[in-house]
């Protein structure tokens, strides 16, 4: 698969998904306070009026969740869909179309990233590249949060809320990530790994990695 067909896939997929999934997944984070402690300690590490980007945004919860918490957060997203859902439930909120294998922003303008679920639809050999991108608009002593379905093997879903749609779920483990984190820059300061809420129909554990850009070149 080309970079052009897995993105072209997967832009394609949640274009024609949104409206669903934005009604599907609306109480998410009311649901799950374990994340909602995790998206909170993250603001904190970021600190108040933090330079944010939420990449791989789609309808904006968590970028609303987070700028309630007084983060300066901007969302972006492949899908222009999901990113119509983000504008209309939050006006004053920022919502740009991008994708995450092409930053269109500044080295060091960040003071955080969030990536929350934004690469289950990226081949592994893609995200040396990806996280390189993370780390170079990240400000020294930004940090990352980056969330992430747990396990080994993939799935591939051939239609979703009725829509005939296709789209492949890679699933990895921390102890894959963490080292091309680490090949990209970072430090690692957090891994939590959660297991599967039956309740919220989650086949497998939900992982969350926290990094961060040293404040000085390492040697």
Known sequence: MTD??????TRTFYDAVAEDYAVRFGDYLAATPLDRG????????????????????GPGRVTAFLAARGLSIF??????SMLAIARRENPGLRFEQG??????????????VVSWYSIIHTPLDHLPGVFAGFHRVLRPGGHLLLGFQ??????????????RVALDFRRRRPEQI??????AGFTLRSRTLREADEELGEPVAQACLVARKPSRPTS
């Open 4 to 9: 052009a067909d897995f993105v072209i896939e």
């Open 38 to 57: 995790l998206l909170t300690g993250f603001a904190e590490l970021v600190g108040e009026g933090g330079e944010v980007a939420d990449l791989g945004c």
């Open 75 to 80: 969302g972006l997203d492949l899908s222009e």
């Open 99 to 112: 994708s995450i294998l092409e930053l269109d922003l500044p080295a060091n303008s960040l003071d955080g």
């Open 150 to 163: 747990a396990g080994d093997e993939p799935r591939r879903y051939e239609e979703a809320f009725g829509h």
């Open 178 to 183: 963490i080292p091309l984190l680490e090949a």
